[in-house]
């Protein structure tokens, strides 16, 4: 069989016989794969001039929107991924971290909709003002780059490794070109074949590659974006392809690095973070055997507690039962090919330079329901470096697979240094309940590493561990590790996005952002914006309030009301030295006037609730005897999906009604025309149409 690659809106086969490619448990040949033969150039001007557009006229929303329906069709087919999964060698296990965790990605990248307006592009980052009369301001916009997301993937995550990545570009506004490592390329076509089916993406959104990637970077432009995920050798390859340097072409690299982890000098075997760090050192090792690139690859304990921390791990990897991963008693699976294990032993005998075996063997392993010969199996193989900074290969060489180093340190900063040895890397843990070490070992240590985990008995049950990356964190790491980063929520989407600087006047700025801008012309909305339905609001309709003068009976009362008797606000303080000439108001109790003066609260509106205050700033005294009046300004307006259960009885009160959220910007302004404090409050407002 043949695998198929999707290109140019078609399920293609390469030209000529491919790759074969087998089953990592049996041997048996399961597919072949080849690209030859296919137009490269015109692939990516496909995604440009169909994919693209039809993505960019999509706002945030509705491509959030699309990711969740999408991740909601591929859960119906996990029995499928999961049987397909099983010939990589993966453990039900393994392949629950890449096929419901990509699926999971999906969903996390789908809520961010709700941090971006409903419209093609957004606002970056705080407003400007520029000038003294203020009639002259800047801001940042993110339009969606018109080119072509091109994703390189590794061969350990199939499905996860794909999903994580398109997930955030088709957010942002592109489309992709996904070219998975070959030899698990049959579990990544079997997911697109499904995405593809379902008619979810808009046509051009997602291509696929099955086999070399040809001379596909030959073609890219300074529109598209390449990201590539590998052994750090490649990636160099990869980023120095003439077209990308001369394009300034966005790369982004993620490469397998030397991470590590580090056991706290209190920590003896009688804490519980002793069992912590064992667990954690015996998951990483064998989990999708050993085959991440966030696996643990050196293992730094204090020098008194090395002989203990190594007959600890070998007990704990001894119970690991190793074969094939469709029977229930095996907990880890094989390499996901022969290739593989060939590497990962090669590249153990360049450890052996100044390492020896502690636990394992490269030559044998005991497997359940398996074969050693026709399976890329082996055991997992503990060394013992005792010299860590007069040897380097510890710090420089990488087995990817069920691998891993121990190492002796002396201190803090001595550890701290060793962490540094490996040049940049994806991931280090510090597994410790002190928490000035943790302080010490991150802040030392966070320059060379793209996450930290502070591992201990407080957050252990619920840590999602080591070697996951999460999608609202940030993937990557400098140096060796890529020097990328990917995912990390809103951060990852605005790769593919353009920032422009964006200068005029404060009416123009609102008319072309659809967020309105302080000191931007209102509109006189013709009856008061708290009456109107959600769909009949306009971005900066405005009303101007009655004025209400504060008394110093007004301030005492509210002093009383709310138990705030701060010295400012008591009419008797002496303020002699302090920044106020007498009583003032408190900020709470203007911001309580300013509801009073807007507030359209005479009979039942469209307005269903108060949804919070953001950004409430107090920037004037407010003395008694002053003239407060507001100037009250829609703002943005945001879509607020209805929820959805799976149970009508789950309901609650009001899931049932349309409705959005709607900012609005409130100016508090004394008589001398002086703003003495702004905010942004948020209301729930029903849709007219239901």
Known sequence: MKLENYITGNWITGDGDGQQLYNAVTGEPVARATTSGLDFKSILEYGRTVGNPALRKMTFHQRGNMLKALAMHLRNHLDTFYRISYQTGATRADSWVDIEGGIGNLFANASLRRKLPDD???????????SKNNSFMGTHILTPREGVAVHINAFNFPVWGMLEKIAVNLLAGMPAVVKPATVTSYLTEAVVREIIASKILPEGALQLLCGSAGDLLDHVTSQDVVTFTGSASTGLLLKSNPHILSGNVP????????????????????????DIFIKEVRREMTLKAGQRCTGIRRIFVPENK??????????????????NPLNEKVRMGSLAGQTQRNEVREQVQKLMASSQIIYGSLDSVELIDADEQ?????????????????SKEAHEVEAF????TLMPYKTTDEVIALSKLGKGSLVSTIVTADHKTAQRYVVGAASHHGRILVLNNECAKESTGHGSPLPLLVHGGPGRAGGGEEMGGLRGVKHYLQRTALQGSPTTITAITNVYQQYAAGKDPGQHPFTKYFEELQIGDQIITDKRVITSEDIDRFADLSGDHFYAHIKTTDFEGTM???????????????AGLFVDSYEKNPVLLNYGIDELRFTKPVYPGAEIHIRFTCKEKLPNDKRVVEKPEDLKRGDDIDKGI???????????????????????VQKKEQ
């Open 374 to 390: 026709k399976g890329a199996f082996m055991s997992p193989v503990l060394l013992m470096n005792e010299t860590p900074f007069t």
């Open 580 to 594: 106020f000439e007498q009583q003032v108001a408190h900020g709470y109790f203007i911001m309580s006037i300013a």
């Open 662 to 684: 709607v900012k609005w910007l409130v100016e508090m302004i004394d008589g001398s025309g002086e703003i003495t404090g702004v905010a942004t409050i948020l209301t729930m």
């Open 306 to 323: 090395m002989e203990d921390v190594w007959k600890a791990l070998s007990a704990s990897l001894s119970q690991t039962t190793i074969g």
């Open 401 to 404: 697979g069920p691998v891993s």
């Open 120 to 130: 093609v592009f957004c606002i970056d980052g705080d407003s400007h003002n520029l």
């Open 251 to 274: 790369f982004n690299t993620e490469a397998d690095s030397l991470n590590c982890i580090v056991l706290g000098d209190e920590v003896n075997p009688d804490k519980p973070e002793w």
